[in-house]
Nanobody, 130 residues
C-alpha cells in the first residue's frame, strides 16, 4: 500500500520560511528516484494548483507565483520529497499536497495536469499571516 505522508506545515508570519516534507512508502518500485513527484496546494474556495514538480530525470518546474521562492528536491536515500518555501506570503496559505506517479513527462506538464499523478498524500496546512 502506497503512503505519502506530508509534514512541516504550520503557521508563520509573512516573510518566514517553511520546509515541507513528504515521506513515501510502499511504492511499487521502491525508491522515489523511480517516480515523478510534485507539490500541489488548494486554498478554501479555490481550485487545486500546482506549486512545484520534479520528474524522474530530476528536472523541475515551478508555478510563477512561487518561482524564486521555492525549491523542490528529493532525497532518494530517505525516500522523501521536500519543498523549501521562503519569503512566504499570505496568499501562500493553503493545504499542501504531495503527489507521485510513474510518468516520464515533462515537469511543466506535471505541474498543469495533476491527473498525471497516481498517488496523493492527505495534506499539510500552511497558514501565513500578515
Amino acid at each position: 500500500q502506497v503512503q505519502l505522508v506530508e509534514s512541516g506545515g504550520g503557521s508563520v508570519q509573512a516573510g518566514g520560511s517553511l520546509r515541507l516534507a513528504c515521506a513515501a512508502s510502499g511504492l511499487p518500485f521502491g525508491s522515489v528516484a523511480m517516480v515523478s513527484m510534485g507539490w500541489f496546494r488548494q486554498a478554501p474556495g479555490k481550485e487545486r494548483e500546482g506549486v512545484a514538480t520534479i520528474n524522474v530525470l530530476g528536472l523541475t518546474s515551478y508555478a510563477d507565483s512561487v518561482k524564486d521562492r521555492a525549491t523542490i528536491s528529493k532525497d532518494n536515500a530517505k525516500n522523501t520529497l521536500y519543498l523549501q518555501m521562503n519569503t512566504l506570503k499570505p496568499e501562500d496559505t493553503a493545504m499542501y499536497y504531495c503527489a507521485a506517479g510513474y510518468t516520464s513527462t515533462t515537469p511543466r506538464t506535471l505541474l498543469n495536469d495533476p491527473t498525471s499523478f497516481t498517488y496523493w498524500g492527505q495534506g499539510t496546512q500552511v497558514t501565513v499571516s500578515s
